[in-house]
């Protein structure tokens, strides 16, 4: 069974950057396409990025697009969300997790059609 977890949150500036690491364990990553969620207090998930097994597709939502950047690194079974020019709004508890319907990344707005669902990583922008 697939495992994920997130690191690399933290206390940031505004304009800085992160990059926060998902490492999976129990199963490949060559088989699931992988996601990027944020949930900020008292607001509902959000989806974030996601990327297919290959690479070859990458999906942002408009709120993040130029700033944030997903790759993955399949030898090191991880994948990656580089976050640049972070703003307060962005942040949030961040989550990883696996598409439902393998190795394509279904729509962000569809909440349902991710799982594994990991513990989370905190990002905190503020001055």
């Known amino acids: 069974q697939l495992r994920l977890k997130e690191s690399g949150g933290g206390l940031v500036q505004p304009g800085g950057s992160l990059r926060l690491s998902c490492a999976a364990s129990?199963?490949?990553?060559?088989?699931?396409?992988i996601g990027w969620f944020r949930q900020a207090p008292g607001k509902e998930r959000e989806g974030v990025s996601c990327?297919?097994?290959?690479?070859?597709?990458?999906n942002y939502a408009d709120s993040v697009k130029g700033r944030f950047t997903i790759s993955t690194d399949n030898a090191k079974n991880t994948v990656y969300l580089q976050i640049n020019s972070l703003k307060p709004e962005d942040t949030a508890v961040y989550y990883c997790?696996?598409?439902?319907?393998?190795?394509?990344?279904?729509?962000?707005?569809?909440?349902?059609?991710?799982?594994?669902w990991g513990q989370g990583t905190q990002v905190t922008v503020s001055s």
């Open positions: 997790v696996r598409s439902k319907i393998g190795y394509r990344c279904p729509p962000l707005s569809s909440v349902f059609s991710f799982t594994d």
């Open positions: 129990g199963a490949t990553l060559d088989y699931y396409a």
């Open positions: 990327i297919s097994t290959s690479g070859s597709t990458t």
